[in-house]
């Protein structure tokens, strides 16, 4: 019997990863840093005094090449994660990679000036440096060394 995958003729192509939290600008800002994207235009930050409308919504993070690759949609209220242990598992979280483990402790120290919380410091695991952290709003997120 045939796979039904491979008897499409076109599949669903992932546009974005959106993470509900309760502050989208803050949340877009903190990953906008970290990971060296721009707002999608028109989601850029209004100036200093004006009102944030788009910020109370959605707004949407892209690569140099303009596509999409995060977005933030704001919600009442999210209960945070309590992963590694806890009754709220992850759900989801995001892996980031870095090439050597000199990068990794350079983006360990960034990661925490810009707000995270480190949940998990397996930097000296020798098959796979890494350190897990949540971000201002708990979503959980890795940084490992990756060739």
């Not at 019997?1 to 949340?27: F, H, I, K, Y």
């Not at 995060?70 to 009754?87: M, R, S």
């Not at 483990?101 to 440096?129: F, I, N, T, W």
Request: glycine share 6%; net charge negative; proline share 12%.
């Amino acid at each position: 019997m045939a796979d039904p995958v491979e008897t499409q003729t076109q599949t669903p192509t992932l546009r974005q990863v959106v993470l509900d939290c309760e502050n989208a600008r803050t949340l877009a800002e903190f990953y906008r840093k970290l990971l060296g994207l721009r707002y999608r235009p028109g989601d850029e930050p209004p100036p200093e005094g004006a009102p944030d409308i788009k910020g109370q919504e959605w707004l949407v993070l892209c690569n140099e090449a303009g596509n999409a690759q995060l977005a933030f949609q704001q919600v009442p209220h999210l209960p945070e994660p309590t992963w590694p242990e806890g009754p709220r598992p992850q759900m989801l979280h995001l892996d980031t990679t870095v090439p050597t483990v000199s990068d990794l402790h350079a983006q360990h120290q960034r990661a925490l000036s810009l707000g995270a919380h480190l949940l998990l410091d397996r930097s000296d695991d020798a098959e796979e440096p890494l350190f897990v952290y949540a971000d201002p709003a708990g979503h959980p997120f890795c940084i490992f060394v990756a060739a």
